[in-house]
């Protein structure tokens, strides 16, 4: 580790005890994916793991979110976990089409945490580093404006940056149709920067063989190029192991 991020790193640890709070359960890993998601400056990113932290604390009391708690959203199977790319980063995947806006905003919410929680929990074995990362792939193949769900988008998005920052690797956009171009305009205004530049809209063959090279035959099913079955999350069984 370079000096600078050394400095950095005890400067926020010195600024979290300032606002009350503690890194005893996090390692380094942890704590420089705050850093780097807020240009290394440590008040900034103390004060934003700090908040991270009471939100844990107030929204995910129990350390998890059951899938008894958001049986609504995990019925349509529109969420498919499916192992790891090539570089080691689980590969989740989002059918837009078996998607509709939900009535109950706070199980939606819980939703998102109950995917992410659990797609980041399949890339490791033993105990979390922290500085695991995802691949998410919003498949648009399908939808209609039934579908359209602008506000779903940006709260998984916003969830992504304030609670689970530097966890992105890489999101893939699949078969956008036109007339999702503008809502996906709109969508854009609330992301940071270092979001939308991880965000790739594949639209010819060419970016569809670098999201196939990018990720893997072995972890891609079928019908996006790869080898794999299409695996929904609630079927994904984590081991033991990386509970």
């Known amino acids: 580790m370079e000096k600078n991020q050394e400095t950095a790193l005890t400067q926020m640890r010195n600024s979290i005890q300032k606002l009350g709070s503690s ?23 103390a004060k934003m793991f700090v908040q ?18 958001v049986p609504d959203e995990l019925e349509p199977r529109k969420i498919y976990l499916q192992g790891l790319s090539k ?43 922290g500085n695991e990362k995802l691949i998410g792939i919003l498949d648009l193949q399908q939808i209609s404006y039934k579908n359209i769900d602008a506000r779903g988008l940006i709260t998984g998005f916003q969830f992504l940056q304030a609670y689970y ?16 171009v503008s809502v996906w305009r709109m969508v ?35 019908q996006y190029g790869g080898r794999a079955k299409l695996v929904a999350i609630q079927d994904f069984i984590l081991t033991p192991s990386e509970n």
């Open 87 to 129: 570089d080691g980063y689980p590969v989740m995947i989002v059918k837009a089409c078996k998607h509709y806006p939900s009535k109950d905003q706070l199980q939606f919410k819980k939703f998102v945490v109950h995917l992410l929680d659990k797609t980041i929990a399949s890339s490791f074995k033993g105990r979390e580093i």
């Open 23 to 45: 890194t005893e359960m996090h390692g380094d890993p942890t704590l420089m994916r705050f850093l780097i998601a807020r240009s290394m400056d440590p008040v900034k990113a």
């Open 188 to 222: 854009s205004r609330f992301l940071e920067k270092a979001t939308v530049e991880k965000i790739v809209i594949v639209t010819n063959e060419d970016e569809k063989r670098d999201f196939i090279k990018e990720i893997g035959e072995e972890a891609l099913p079928e």
């Open 52 to 69: 991270w932290q009471q939100w844990r604390a107030a929204f995910v009391p129990s350390g998890s979110i059951s899938e008894s708690e």
């Open 165 to 180: 920052p530097e966890r992105l690797a890489r999101c893939f956009i699949l078969d956008m149709p036109q007339f999702f």
